[in-house]
């Protein structure tokens, strides 16, 4: 069974930074593309990062390029967004998903966890 759990989300003050986990199970990370997105409210579902198989690339909305970083340990089978200079538009539910084309193309996505909230407020 495939599996992503999501963590690493909480509050945050604005200019503030947290690490995001995604640990998947039942398959290997390594093999296939992941992403995050994230939701924030009354709003749609936005691309944020993608690190492809093997992470030959790594891809950033323009919205966090320079401010956050995708990241994978394979030995953990886990991959990380590191966020920086976080603003409270960031504010979401932080998601992550699996392209098991393993090349970040939006529209293969089809295996995705909960979701962790991330709160960004003074």
């Known amino acids: 069974q495939v599996q992503l759990v999501e963590s690493g989300g909480g509050l945050v003050q604005p200019g503030g930074s947290l690490r995001l986990s995604c640990a998947a199970s039942g398959f290997t990370v390594d093999y296939y593309a992941m992403g995050w997105f994230r939701q924030a409210p009354g709003n749609e579902r936005d691309w944020v990062s993608c690190?492809?198989?093997?992470?030959?690339?790594?891809y950033y909305a323009d919205s966090v390029k320079g401010r956050f970083t995708i990241s994978r340990d394979n030995a953990k089978n886990t991959v990380y967004l590191e966020m920086n200079s976080l603003q409270p538009k960031n504010t979401a539910v932080y998601y992550c998903?699996?392209?098991?084309?393993?090349?970040?193309?939006?529209?293969?996505?089809?295996?995705w966890g909960q979701g962790t909230q991330v709160t960004v407020s003074s």
């Open positions: 690190i492809s198989s093997g992470g030959v690339g790594t």
């Open positions: 998903a699996t392209d098991f084309s393993g090349t970040c193309l939006l529209e293969d996505f089809e295996s």
